[in-house]
């Protein structure tokens, strides 16, 4: 399992092309932050689909407007990303997450969950879509 630690997350290898991204406690999340991650998704998946599990539980953190737009729709990885599942444990990150949905329509399925395997098994079903 590979596994890579950034200023704003931990980004882990569960299975082939599908991405644990746990992001740290109490961080602002800032547009460098993000391109950054972009950088070592593709480093970590260098071709073909891309399928992300975010682990949000007991998190508190801020992603910045700028942050969340590049995310959504302008980062490069952006077309390879084929699904999102979100994992939540707490109403305001859920909140901001809905709200970063419904604003910023990303253009890949974007999911919530409370139980990863709940997540993973949603993940797997996707892929099955692209395999």
């Known amino acids: 399992m590979s596994r890579i630690e950034i200023p704003c997350a931990v980004i882990e290898t569960i299975e082939g092309s599908m991405l644990r991204i746990t992001y740290k406690n109490e961080y602002d999340i800032h547009l460098a932050d993000v391109t950054e991650l972009n950088d070592v998704l593709t480093d970590l998946v260098e071709t073909g689909p891309i399928y992300t599990v975010v682990n949000a539980n007991s998190k508190f953190f801020n992603l910045s407007k700028d942050a ?18 979100v994992l939540i444990n707490n ?41």
């Open 68 to 85: 969340q737009e590049y995310l959504a729709t302008t980062a490069p990885i952006v077309s390879r990303i084929k699904a999102s599942a």
């Open 91 to 131: 109403l305001p990150i859920r909140l901001i997450v809905r709200f970063f949905i419904s604003t910023y329509n990303p253009k890949f399925p974007t999911k919530i969950f409370k139980h990863e395997k709940e997540a993973i098994d949603w993940i797997t079903s996707v892929k099955q879509e692209y395999e």
